[in-house]
């Protein structure tokens, strides 16, 4: 495997179950970001992790919860989300030095419907 | 609110014609990247520029940083069907930072 994958690629979750997405980077980067895509709005980035640590946390519901065991392994855990949580969950990995820009790969996301 | 405003929203062209793709914001960025984004898939890099002024091009794709580093230009030559996606900008403020803000999306159709 090579870039970023994810998993699954497609989830469809009632209100009141609990799923987990996952994303690995096979690029030796050292961050890892989610981000939300929804119709008619920009990249809403979520959450970064930097060598395993948060680093950014964009006032995203308690109901999403991100996990970073090590420098390849994503995860955001979901629980009792609400329609409007229906979107394209992108993940994304970058590797960048101090002063140089963060050139981001992103996976091929997982579109989560909530019904 | 940080924004980055991209024009036109959407664009249907036929197959050969040019076209230009630009990214606005009222805020200085140190450096600012361009995506392609096709159906069911992420966004893929297409190019970051960093110096106030600098032009990249990339095989019929032409990308510019404007000189005081708030804007962009991506200007396409004799566009193909498979240049159809969903273009984005994304920028940073500041170096070493990893907070992205992304572009409000240019959907781009060519007519074979």
């Known amino acids: 495997e090579t870039g970023v994958t994810q998993t699954p690629r497609h989830l469809v979750m009632g209100m009141t179950n609990k799923k987990s997405l996952k994303c690995e980077q096979h690029l030796g980067h050292n961050a890892m970001y989610w981000y939300k895509q929804s119709a008619k709005k920009p990249l809403e980035l979520m959450f970064v992790y930097s060598l395993e640590e948060r680093v950014e946390n964009n006032s995203v519901p308690s109901r999403f919860s991100p996990e970073c065991p090590n420098s390849s392994h994503l995860f955001l855990h979901l629980h009792t989300l609400q329609p409007e949580d229906s979107a394209l969950y992108l993940c994304a990995s970058s590797q960048g030095g101090k002063g140089q820009p963060y050139e981001q790969y992103f996976g091929p996301g997982t579109r989560l419907t909530v019904t | 609110t940080q924004l980055l405003e991209q024009s036109p929203q959407f664009l249907s062209i036929q197959e050969g014609e040019n076209l230009t793709v630009y990214c606005n914001s009222s805020?200085?960025?140190?450096?600012l990247q361009w995506y392609r984004q096709e159906p069911g898939e992420g966004p893929v890099l297409l190019v970051t520029?960093?110096?106030?002024?600098e032009v990249k091009k990339l095989k019929r794709l032409t990308f510019q940083f404007g000189d005081a580093r708030k804007d962009s230009s991506l200007h396409i030559t004799a566009a193909q069907p498979g240049d159809t996606g969903l273009y984005l900008c994304?920028?940073?403020?500041?170096?070493?930072?990893?907070?992205?803000?992304f572009g409000t999306g240019t959907r781009l159709k060519v007519l074979a």
């Open positions: 994304a920028g940073v403020h500041a170096s070493g930072t990893y907070k992205y803000i």
């Open positions: 805020s200085v960025f140190s450096s």
């Open positions: 520029v960093v110096t106030g002024g």
